[in-house]
């Protein structure tokens, strides 16, 4: 029998049991739609992350205080080795160490909390920051122990809404601070909102705001290293360990850690990785519920059509052709059940992308897949229904009609 007249009696047979086909067709469907979706918002938190890395500058490294296994973070990351670092590595470009608290600042009659950080000059060159009114901190202020002070645009909005900040004065702490500029947008990263800070000169905030809280000199919250370009940056981490080791006159574990922003990328990508394969599992399970759906159906399809099968073999009709035919019309079932499921899947992470701020992503190759994959189980849970079909004795099925 030719194929195509094979196809044109799946389609006609299904079409006649419209309600069943469809209900045949939901976990298919059901499937389709959950892994496509699943796999969507797995590689949206996959972005999500890389943006937010992103964000806390161009080829960065930090340097934080205490090993990766210490429970307490000791005091031993002071200002001088940042300035170490910056005149010792070759491979660094710029140096940013800060200290960071949260403190009340208060204008006239508002009084909000938000992150102070100590920082330095090369601050936003270090974590790619942008100042949108007036100027950023210099040498000057901190030789000075200057008491001014940058904020971010979202205190600007908070303190001042629309009136412009620059020259106004701030209380943090006690002490009079002049507003000498506002940094640009930046957005959240890792959880935090960038844009609710205020800097101030390292040497003011260590001075004035928190003291000297470590024996070895002024105590930082961590330093941000700028390294010259992405290949150096194996390289500066291991100069800067090296550097540090002999500076704290360590022979065992260290007490302070250096991270790559490339070596949290990675333990993120894996994670994200992982889990949007366990959703896709997960999701798959729907797909072999399906499966086995069809199957179920196609084998009461079977007993339904033995009169059927039995006249199409008395005029000729071969074990093979009976056997396309109900294969045909499984993968018909399953096919079009995966391409309604695409449809959903898309439909759903174009949802989540509008009404959430996780950026889903529909990756044409899970579309591919996915489809593939559930026409390929049309196909063989149809196969145990199409060989009883094809193994019919004609006469036993007229006889049974």
């Known amino acids: 029998m030719d194929?195509?007249?094979?196809?044109?009696?799946?389609?006609?047979?299904?079409?006649a049991n419209r309600l069943r086909s469809s209900l045949t067709m939901l976990g298919i469907v059901i499937g389709n739609a959950s892994v496509i979706a699943l796999v969507g918002v797995g590689q949206g938190v996959q972005n999500m992350a890389n943006r937010q890395f992103g964000s806390l500058g161009t080829n960065v490294l930090f340097v934080v205080p205490g090993s990766r296994n210490?429970?307490?973070?000791?005091?031993?990351?002071?200002?001088?080795?940042?300035?170490?670092?910056?005149?010792?590595?070759?491979?660094?470009?710029?140096?940013?160490?800060?200290?960071?608290?949260r403190e009340l600042v208060?204008?006239?009659?508002?009084?909000?909390?938000?992150?102070?950080?100590?920082?330095?000059?090369?601050?936003?060159?270090?974590?790619?920051?942008?100042?949108?009114?007036?100027?950023?901190?210099?040498?000057?202020?901190?030789?000075?122990?200057?008491?001014?002070?940058?904020?971010?645009?979202?205190?600007?909005?908070?303190?001042?809404?629309?009136?412009?900040?620059?020259?106004?004065?701030?209380?943090?702490?006690?002490?009079?601070?002049?507003?000498?500029?506002?940094?640009?947008?930046?957005?959240?990263?890792?959880g935090t909102n960038q844009d609710d800070a205020?800097?101030?000169?390292?040497?003011?905030?260590?001075?004035?705001?928190?003291?000297?809280?470590?024996?070895?000199?002024?105590?930082?919250?961590y330093i941000s290293v700028s390294a010259?370009?992405?290949?150096?940056?194996?390289?500066?981490?291991?100069?800067?360990?090296?550097?540090?080791?002999?500076?704290?006159?360590?022979?065992?574990?260290?007490?302070?850690?250096?991270?790559s922003q490339k070596s949290m990328l990675a333990v993120v990508d894996a994670i994200t990785v992982g889990l949007t394969l366990l959703l896709a599992a997960i999701a798959g399970i729907s797909l072999l519920v399906g499966g086995i759906g069809i199957m179920n159906i196609m084998l009461v399809s079977v007993s339904e059509r033995t009169h059927e099968i039995g006249?199409?073999?008395?005029?000729?009709?071969?074990?093979?052709?009976?056997?396309?035919?109900?294969?045909?019309?499984?993968?018909?079932?399953?096919?079009?059940g995966g391409l309604l499921g695409t449809i959903f899947g898309a439909g759903g992470i174009l949802l989540i992308g509008a009404v959430t701020p996780l950026q889903a992503a529909v990756a044409p190759l899970v579309i591919v897949v996915a489809v593939s994959v559930s026409g390929g189980i049309g196909l063989f849970f149809g196969v145990v229904p199409a060989r009883r079909a094809a193994q019919l004795d004609p006469i036993v099925a007229l006889r049974s009609a």
């Open 198 to 221: 205020a800097y101030i000169p390292i040497t003011t905030m260590s001075n004035r705001i928190v003291g000297w809280t470590s024996p070895y000199g002024t105590e930082v919250t």
């Open 70 to 101: 210490a429970t307490e973070k000791p005091k031993t990351l002071v200002l001088k080795d940042a300035e170490a670092i910056a005149t010792q590595v070759p491979s660094v470009k710029a140096v940013a160490p800060e200290i960071d608290r």
């Open 106 to 190: 208060t204008y006239r009659d508002k009084r909000t909390y938000t992150s102070v950080i100590g920082a330095t000059p090369p601050y936003p060159s270090v974590r790619d920051f942008d100042v949108a009114q007036g100027r950023f901190l210099t040498d000057l202020d901190l030789k000075r122990n200057a008491e001014v002070i940058v904020i971010g645009s979202d205190l600007d909005q908070r303190l001042f809404g629309d009136r412009n900040p620059i020259g106004q004065q701030v209380w943090l702490n006690n002490l009079s601070f002049q507003v000498i500029g506002v940094m640009a947008s930046k957005g959240s990263s890792l």
């Open 228 to 259: 010259k370009n992405k290949a150096s940056i194996d390289s500066a981490q291991f100069q800067i360990t090296n550097l540090l080791r002999l500076r704290h006159r360590i022979i065992g574990e260290d007490d302070f850690t250096v991270d």
């Open 311 to 336: 006249l199409r073999k008395a005029i000729g009709a071969t074990q093979q052709d009976i056997l396309i035919q109900f294969i045909i019309e499984a993968v018909i079932l399953s096919s079009l």
């Open 3 to 15: 194929i195509f007249e094979s196809v044109k009696m799946a389609i006609s047979t299904l079409a």
